[in-house]
């Protein structure tokens, strides 16, 4: 069965958030093939899409295939168009003058039967995926109390903090419950990915991107803390980032991205002057950049990638006695300031 390469890629790099490296589950490490439609699942998201070939015909396939090996093969194959075949509990992908069998199972242990079948799909606002990707960005990854690592979802939209940092987004959700938390690492599966609309049943919440494909997340509870009083406190003063600023942020991020966790830089708010800040095993960086700013000193712990992008809103920033509180497009971002 001939397929256009890229195509194949793109439907396969859109399901990764469901594959596991720890194989800690039966192939969770392996993209699934059933009934024309391709399967990953780890336990906390499920992806599934249909596949088709160069021509639109449905897949045939039944079984799984090591998922690195399959994926790096395609992407350092030459060929635009491959013909790919299954058989002999190994699949063969021929170009041209060259040949590649990878060993597969044609026995599905994958079990998925826990997550529920999504029902009506609800509309999502374009910009959802964007929001969600911000919001998610500002939650801890294994903190205490758990709900730190979670993004809540409310029928008036979403919010996250990890206790230096915190996000709402007022954005339809598609919910009709007071609030939903999901881990904000599985909500990060949505990253580059639009969402086009939602089902949520009682164990899981299912997105439908505009490509057709499927990503079920668990729900993890209902309990999240009001954290209401960082985006009430009263104004103290105002502070005037330029959006050149965000140049600086990127040149940091090399020694931010390297980093699983904890990613955040430190800006240091000084007169007519802003200090950014950023280290890792490997090193540090240091940059200032000039301001218009004559109040209290500030140390400030911040998510490089979600002020970036705040910063690009050019969005105007506001001076707390515990915090410097952004309200941008829809949403309010506060952060967590150490006077100095």
């Known amino acids: 069965m001939k397929f256009d390469r890229q195509d194949l890629l793109r439907t396969l790099e859109s399901c990764s958030a469901g594959l596991n490296t720890k194989e800690n589950m039966e192939q969770s490490s392996c993209y699934?093939?059933?009934?024309?439609?391709?399967?990953?699942?780890?336990?906390?998201?499920?992806?599934?899409?249909?596949?088709?070939?160069?021509?639109?015909?449905?897949?045939?396939?039944?079984?799984?295939?090591?998922?690195?090996?399959?994926?790096?093969?395609?992407?350092?194959?030459?060929?635009?168009?491959?013909?790919?075949?299954?058989?002999?509990?190994k699949l063969t992908i021929k170009g041209t003058g060259r040949k590649q069998n990878i060993k597969i199972s044609t026995d599905i242990l994958l079990e998925t039967s826990e997550v529920e079948s999504p029902g009506d799909f609800i509309d999502l606002p374009p910009i959802f995926s964007e929001a969600l990707g911000m919001v998610a960005g500002c939650a801890a990854e294994d903190a205490e109390p758990f709900a730190l690592n979670c993004v809540d979802f409310t029928p008036?939209?979403?919010?996250?903090?990890?206790?230096?940092?915190?996000?709402?987004?007022?954005?339809?959700?598609?919910?009709?419950?007071?609030?939903?938390?999901?881990?904000?690492?599985?909500?990060?599966?949505?990253?580059?990915?639009?969402?086009?609309?939602?089902?949520?049943?009682?164990d899981w919440i299912h997105w439908k991107t505009y490509s057709g494909l499927v990503i079920s997340v668990r729900r993890l509870g209902e309990d999240y803390p009001d954290i209401t009083a960082i985006f009430t406190e009263a104004k103290t003063g105002e502070?005037?980032?330029?959006?050149?600023?965000?140049?600086?942020?990127?040149?940091?991020?090399?020694?931010?991205?390297?980093?699983?966790?904890?990613?955040?830089?430190?800006?240091?708010?000084?007169?007519?002057?802003?200090?950014?800040?950023?280290?890792?095993?490997?090193?540090?960086?240091e940059e200032e950049k000039p301001i218009v700013y004559s109040g209290v000193h500030m140390d400030l712990q911040v998510n490089p990638a979600v002020l970036s992008v705040i910063l690009k809103h050019g969005a105007p920033i506001t001076?707390?006695?515990?915090?410097?509180?952004?309200?941008?497009?829809?949403?309010?971002?506060?952060?967590?300031?150490t006077k100095v």
């Open 32 to 89: 699934v093939f059933m009934d024309g439609v391709l399967h990953t699942y780890n336990g906390e998201i499920l992806c599934r899409v249909a596949v088709t070939n160069a021509i639109g015909e449905a897949c045939p396939f039944r079984c799984a295939v090591p998922a690195k090996t399959f994926i790096d093969t395609l992407r350092k194959s030459p060929d635009e168009e491959l013909n790919i075949e299954v058989s002999n509990d």
């Open 156 to 202: 008036r939209g979403i919010q996250a903090t990890n206790k230096y940092q915190a996000m709402r987004f007022v954005v339809a959700t598609g919910s009709t419950e007071p609030h939903i938390m999901v881990r904000a690492t599985s909500c990060k599966a949505l990253n580059g990915i639009g969402a086009a609309a939602v089902s949520y049943t009682r």
């Open 239 to 285: 502070l005037v980032l330029p959006g050149s600023l965000a140049d600086v942020i990127d040149r940091a991020m090399a020694f931010v991205l390297e980093k699983k966790d904890d990613q955040r830089i430190i800006l240091q708010v000084r007169e007519n002057n802003v200090i950014v800040r950023a280290e890792s095993v490997h090193g540090d960086s």
């Open 319 to 337: 001076i707390c006695e515990s915090c410097l509180r952004i309200r941008g497009d829809g949403f309010l971002y506060a952060i967590s300031a």
